[in-house]
């Protein structure tokens, strides 16, 4: 099995950033897309980025590009999310997730704890 651990999340002033990450553990090989997503209080879960096994390509959802950047490192078994110029909207539990499917994986086999982003004014 697969075990996912988010951490890097904490209480931010608007304008600032953090850096997210996603440790990994057991065999991820046939779930080889990384994922970002998120809940606010009361929202639905939002889906966030997406990264491709090499890395090389990338996917956001619109309100996060230009500001939020997802990578990985395969040989440390990690994925990160870069956060710059956070903005209350990006105020959630963001999780760590993986699966198959290119941008947006329909359905994501393994997913992490979350970490609270909490952005104030």
């Known amino acids: 099995q697969v075990q996912l651990e988010e951490s890097g999340g904490g209480l931010v002033q608007a304008g600032g950033a953090l850096r997210l990450s996603c440790a990994a553990s057991?065999?991820?090989?046939?779930?080889?897309?990384v994922a970002w997503l998120r809940q606010a209080p009361g929202k639905e879960r939002e889906f966030v980025a997406t990264?491709?096994?090499?890395?090389?390509?990338?996917y956001y959802t619109d309100s996060v590009k230009g500001r939020f950047t997802i990578s990985r490192d395969n040989t440390r078994n990690m994925a990160y999310l870069q956060m710059n110029n956070l903005k209350p909207e990006d105020t959630a539990v963001y999780y760590c997730?993986?699966?198959?499917?290119?941008?947006?994986?329909?359905?994501?086999?393994?997913w992490g704890q979350g970490t609270q982003v909490t952005v104030s004014s």
């Open positions: 997730a993986v699966g198959r499917g290119w941008p947006v994986p329909k359905k994501y086999n393994y």
């Open positions: 057991g065999d991820t090989s046939s779930n080889p897309v």
């Open positions: 990264i491709t096994e090499s890395g090389r390509n990338t």
